[in-house]
């Protein structure tokens, strides 16, 4: 985990609201503190039912805040919220949800969220029926539009027997998304993607030459899933379609996984319908085995293996900037270089018909399985954005940067 240095830690609020997820806010906590944050921990008194005041303590370095009634000569039923880089309620029930949306302030945490001029990023958690209820989403849709960040909730098992959507996404990308937020500062964070329908396909294609053998690379996808929890971050709705990857699935994103390029193809049209940008970070395959072989190709004693036939994929890139699945939609491509980059980026900008291509260099230490990446976004109006090695999230944002600025007003 990054560690953070610099004169002053960021003060992060953590409000937790009654709920069991309460539980895994703890993990949240320990991975804010540990990373360098100075961490106020705001329990509502039924959060306290579910975690006790003492685990608070010891895993943020403070007392609870739990009163709006204890130490009022430190005023802190204002003082905590003004003093906040960032407030993150985790798990935000539908009741705090309801209260954040109306403006009540019956307690230490609903007065925080009222004093508060720091980015605001709420983690609700709840069942699936409570989330749905036009209450709540009207809730939800007020905290939004006024520039909170409310996450998506996760979709999966529930408390009791249930499974649906309502479930504490992971802890490790609630703080992800808690990162990304606080490294744009209170100046910089905006949630201009807010209403905005973004779809990021990433990661490696698979392409099966039989049920035990494929034709794959190296691609890690975190590219695009820094891209996907820089968007979540920043408002968006996001739909992720991940190949082959590793990483756990980002916070707020609807992750949907496919093997090959034609089911990468088939899953990122679909989700492209309604989209207002689709960004192509996958490493799509270009060819595909000629034929699937359904059982385990065998060696023949004696004999050279067979050659593998290959046919092309589809250019998933080339055919959503062809035949755009709603006016003024956005289309990101991708381009990984080893010679004249600049040069085969403005081709392939041109041959694909995409409106911008983030080009990068390829090599030792660049790009493949690396946080860290350089760049130069071509855009169609023959404008170059350059962007230094950095994280990658760094460079997801000049991308969303570009993105939001080159969308059309909402309808
Ligand atoms: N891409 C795609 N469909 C493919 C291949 C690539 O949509 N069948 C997308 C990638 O997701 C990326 C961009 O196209 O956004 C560039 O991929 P790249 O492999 O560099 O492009 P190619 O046209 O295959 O060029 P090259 O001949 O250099 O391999």
């Known amino acids: 985990m990054d560690k953070l240095d610099g004169p002053r830690r960021p003060r992060v609020v953590l ?42 303590a010891a895993l943020s370095g403070h007392p609870a805040a739990t009163e709006v009634w204890e130490t009022v000569h430190e005023v802190p039923h204002v003082r905590i919220g003004q003093s906040a880089d960032l407030v993150v309620v985790a798990p935000a029930s539908t009741d705090l949800l309801a209260k954040a ?36 989403q009207e809730n939800v849709a007020t905290l939004r539009r006024r520039g909170a960040v409310v996450i998506e909730p996760a979709v999966g098992r529930l408390t009791g027997v249930d499974t649906g959507k ?23 964070h905006t949630t201009d993607l807010a209403g905005r329908h973004v779809v990021i396909s990433a990661g490696g294609t698979r392409e099966p ?51 090959t390029a034609v089911q990468l193809r088939e899953a990122v049209r679909k989700a492209a319908a309604d ?45 959503l900037s062809a035949d755009r699945a709603r006016p003024g939609q956005l289309i990101v491509g991708f381009a990984a270089e080893t010679d004249d980059v600049l040069a085969n980026g403005r081709a392939k900008l041109a041959r694909k018909g995409c409106d911008l291509l983030v080009v990068n260099e390829v090599g030792e230490h660049k790009t493949f399985g690396s946080a860290e990446n350089e760049a130069v976004i071509l855009a169609a109006d023959g404008t170059e954005t350059p962007v230094p ?23």
């Open 15 to 56: 409000g937790v609201s009654g709920g069991i997820a309460a539980y895994k806010a703890c993990e949240l906590l320990r991975r804010l503190t540990e990373s360098g944050h100075d961490v106020r921990v705001v329990p509502t008194a039924a959060a306290l039912h579910f975690v006790g005041e003492a685990t608070w």
């Open 101 to 136: 949306a109306h403006g009540l302030a019956d307690d230490l945490l609903t007065n925080t969220l009222l004093t508060a001029r720091c980015p605001v990023v709420f983690a609700p958690a709840m069942h699936t029926e409570m989330w749905e209820h036009p209450a709540t």
């Open 166 to 188: 309502g479930r504490f996404p992971d802890p490790v990308e609630i703080y992800e998304i808690c990162r990304r937020v606080l490294a744009r500062g209170p100046q910089g």
């Open 209 to 259: 030459l039989d049920p035990v053998r494929y034709l794959g690379n190296r691609s890690s996808g975190k590219q695009g899933y820094a891209l996907a929890r820089t968007a979540v971050a920043r408002g968006a709705r996001v739909t992720l379609v991940a190949g082959h990857t590793e990483l756990s699935d980002p916070a707020g994103a609807d992750v949907v996984r496919v093997g």
């Open 275 to 319: 989209a207002d940008a689709v960004v192509m970070a996958a490493a799509v395959a270009d060819f595909r085995p000629a034929t699937y072989a359904t059982g385990k190709i065998k060696k023949k004693d004696g004999q050279d293996p067979e050659p593998v036939a290959l046919v092309r994929n589809p250019d998933i890139l080339a055919e």
């Open 389 to 411: 090695y950095g994280p990658k999230e760094t460079l997801a944002d000049r991308v969303w940067d570009l993105v939001s600025a080159g969308l059309p007003d909402p309808s």
